[in-house]
T-cell receptor, first 115, second 111 residues
């Protein structure tokens, strides 16, 4: 497909469990971003990758959250010991270069519900 | 206080009306200003992008930035029912790729 693909689209898990959320960016895009959007709020920045490396992870809320992009394409956001407050839509975006005038293309998100 | 404030709405207008959407912000380091549209259960899509102060027009959309007042606006002319969505403003500082979003304004255009 031509756009950013996120899987699964919905994930329900129990408190304390581990989850992985996957993002397939647009082919050739070097920059990849993760955001989290709670109900009625705007997206909140989590982490930004340029290539394989995390260039800015200042938005990760605590050490339960971790993200990787080992080959500079697909990225996985990992959440350990999930809490009910982690329930949100997790959005992935990619951009061609990561420059400030390189527009972000968002996926439709993974809706995470922690029961 | 949030760095970016945006009235959540909902804002309901008749088809054909001119819509004005606004955000205020407190961080004077913001230099890049964007407007995104988000349909229900979809990701945000970029509508307008502006650097520093000034106006930018694209079709029915006009974005304005007033850095002295820390105030940005999006105007939609000849609004259509298909414009019904949540509109998010977003901003970033020079050298940082992270965007700071407003909470979004829900717009309903009545046919």
């Amino acid at each position: 497909g031509a756009g950013v693909s996120q899987t699964p689209s919905n994930k329900v898990t129990e408190k304390g469990k581990y989850v992985e959320l996957r993002c397939d960016p647009i082919s050739g895009h070097t920059a990849l971003y993760w955001y989290r959007q709670s109900l009625g709020q705007g997206p909140e920045f989590l982490i930004y990758f340029q290539g394989t490396g995390a260039a800015d992870d200042s938005g990760l809320p605590n050490d339960r959250f971790f993200a990787v992009r080992p080959e500079g394409s697909v990225s996985t956001l990992k959440i350990q010991r999930t809490e009910r407050g982690d329930s949100a839509v997790y959005l992935c975006a990619s951009s061609a270069t990561g420059g400030t005038n390189s527009p972000l293309h968002f996926g439709n998100g993974t809706r995470l519900t922690v029961t | 206080q949030k760095e970016v404030e945006q009235d959540p709405g909902p804002l309901s207008v008749p088809e054909g009306a001119i819509v004005s959407l606004n955000c205020t912000y407190s961080n004077s380091a913001f230099q890049y200003f964007m407007w995104y549209r988000q349909y229900s259960r979809k990701g945000p899509e970029l509508l307008m992008y502006t650097y520093s102060s000034g106006n930018k027009e694209d079709g029915r959309f006009t974005a304005q930035v007033d850095k002295s007042s820390k105030y940005i606006s999006l105007f939609i002319r000849d609004s259509q029912p298909s414009d019904s969505a949540t509109y998010l403003c977003a901003m970033s500082e020079t050298g940082r790729r992270a965007l700071t979003f407003g909470s979004g304004t829900r717009l309903q255009v009545q046919p």
